[in-house]
Every structure is written in C-alpha cells, then in structure tokens.
C-alpha cells in the first residue's frame, strides 16, 4: 500500500532499463535491475580481495610485496552494471535512501564479530560541500546489523586529496600517504574493527586507513566494500 500510494505521487523511471520503479525502497532503480546486482564469485586475493585473472593464484602480488594491515578486505561485486548506478545515485545524486538496501548488500558478506564499524572518513570541506559521507551511511546501518559500536570522531581525514580516479596504482598510493589520522585513541585501541568504504580499486585509502589504525592500537581490521573497481 505505501509503495503504491508513493509511486501514485511520486512515480519514477529506472535509469537504467527505462521501466518503472515500483518499489521506493531500491527505486530509482527498478526491482528487476535492483535483482541483478550479484556477488562477485570469480578468483580473487585471499588478503585484500582483488580479483585475479587465474584460478591458480591466491594472493595479488601488491599483498606479496606490501603486507597490508588488516586481516582480509571484501567486497560484494564488481563496480559495473546496477551496483555502479545505485552507488553512483547515493554518492553524486544525494539518493541516500539507497543506502539502506546497499548495506543489506554488505550484510551478506560473512565477515568475523567485531568490537566496532568504522567508516573511511572524508575530508571536513569535501564533507561541507556534500552534506554527508556515502561510507559513513553504510556503516551506520552495518553496525546496527552486526550489533557493534559505530565510531565516527576516531579516523579522520588530515587532508584534501586529488580525486583516485585516473591515477596509476603508486600515483593512488602516494595520493593517499599520510592523508588520515587518529583523533579519539580510545574508542579504537584494542579494538577489533569493520572498516567500510564504498568502492576499492588498488586498496590505496583501505591500506592507508587500516596502517594508521594498527599504529593507534586498533586490534584485527577487516574491510569490507561494496564493489571492486577494477584499472584500465
């Protein structure tokens, strides 16, 4: 019946197959649009979940080369298709009903209890300018599903960085050297911790955040994405 009645005064077009939207939870995005989201279930790293192009291997050679800090990162897909579309409505079109239904995404990815759910922080202009973090959003209701402690005032972003987008791998990394730090110690120190962003590509900001995590204390840190960008 609420769907009914918000379609009558608000009825919506999927951007995607151009066939309505009928339900308000996903829409725009129609629910057979909304249904074809799937998990990635190709090879991928055992560390940082980047897909592989071989069945035979089981970790990615930047994991080789450059331990990361957390135990294992995760996402759910590939950045393609419905999933790119949703997260780009509730990132640049300030949809932020989609955020709910996108982190009941995450929620099917198994992951180990927590003591607390962490979001990648965004820089306090960027933020001004946005009115909210996409990242912040999930692991609100993330935490709410897992029954942790979100904690927003510990991981902050120090300063203003060049959008990832066209860097090269090491370009992304520097981008993100020294780019977070920690305000509020306690709230992670000894803690076990969930460490949400949106989308992962190289791993840059997920490596930067979890190294400076490690170094305030913070106990196992495990991360988890929505969907994994993949590089040029």
């Not at 599903?145 to 090491?170: F, R, Y």
């Amino acid at each position: 019946m609420l769907n009914n009645f918000l379609n009558a005064l608000f009825p919506e077009t999927c951007p995607i197959c151009r066939r309505p939207a009928s339900d308000h939870k996903t829409a725009p995005v129609c629910t057979e649009c909304w249904q074809s989201i799937r998990p990635y279930t190709g090879a991928k790293c055992r560390k940082c979940g980047r897909p592989l192009t071989s069945d035979a291997s089981t970790i990615c050679g930047d994991c080789l080369q450059d331990e990361p800090a957390f135990e294992s990162a995760r996402s759910f897909g590939l950045y393609e298709g419905a999933l790119r579309k949703a997260l780009n409505l509730l990132k640049y079109h300030n949809v932020i009903r989609l955020s709910k239904p996108l982190s009941d995404i995450l929620l099917r990815i198994e992951t180990p209890r927590v003591d607390a759910v962490l979001p990648v922080p965004i820089y306090k202009k960027r933020l001004r300018q946005r009115e909210f973090n996409q990242s912040a959003l999930l692991a609100k209701h993330l935490a709410k599903g897992t029954g942790s402690t979100l904690v927003l005032d510990s991981l902050v972003k120090m300063k203003d960085t060049k959008p990832q987008v066209g860097l090269s791998s090491n370009e992304r990394r520097e981008n993100m050297r020294n780019a977070f730090g920690i305000q509020n110690r306690e709230a992670i120190e000894g803690k076990d911790i969930l460490l949400i962003d949106d989308v992962s590509t190289t791993g840059a900001t997920i490596r930067e955040c979890s190294k400076v995590l490690k170094k305030a204390g913070a106990g196992s840190i495990h991360a988890l994405t929505l969907a994994h960008g993949m590089m040029d």
